[in-house]
C-alpha cells in the first residue's frame, strides 16, 4: 500500500504564497505523475498542475504563472509552490501520485487533502 502525507495548507492574504507538500511511502516501486487537484464548496474537483517523471509540467491556466509544481524523487515528494494567491484558490488541495509496479502495473492514490483558504 501507498500512503500520502500532504502539509502546508493554511490561512493567508490575498497576494500572500504557501508551499504545499505531499510525501508518498508504502510500498513504491516506481513513480510516475504527480499531481495537485483542488475542490472548491459545491465545484467539482480541477487539475491545478501535473508533473511528470521526466520533469514535465503543465497547469490550469487559472494558475499558470502563479503556481509552481516540482518533485524531489529521492524524497517521493511533490511540491505547489504557490504565489499571489487570489481568494478564488479557496479551496481543499489534493494530491495525487501515480505508482508503477515491476511489472508496469499502474495505480493512482489520493492524499486526504489540505485546506487552503485565502482571505480578501
Not at 10 to 21: E, K, P, R, Y
Not at 62 to 91: C, H, W
Request: hydrophobic fraction near 30%; aromatic fraction near 10%.
Amino acid at each position: 500500500q501507498v500512503q500520502l502525507v500532504e502539509s502546508g495548507g493554511g490561512l493567508v492574504q490575498a497576494g500572500g504564497s504557501l508551499t504545499l507538500s505531499c510525501a508518498a511511502s508504502g510500498s513504491i516501486f516506481s513513480i510516475n505523475v504527480m499531481d495537485w487537484y483542488r475542490q472548491a464548496p459545491g465545484k467539482q474537483r480541477e487539475l491545478v498542475a501535473e508533473i511528470t517523471g521526466g520533469g514535465g509540467t503543465n497547469y490550469a491556466d487559472s494558475v499558470k504563472g502563479r503556481f509552481t509544481i516540482s518533485r524531489d524523487n529521492a524524497k517521493k515528494t511533490v511540491y505547489l509552490q504557490m504565489n499571489s494567491l487570489k481568494p478564488e484558490d479557496t479551496a481543499v488541495y489534493y494530491c495525487n501520485v501515480v505508482t508503477s509496479t515491476r511489472f508496469g502495473v499502474t495505480r493512482g492514490y489520493w492524499g486526504p487533502g489540505t485546506q487552503v483558504t485565502v482571505s480578501s
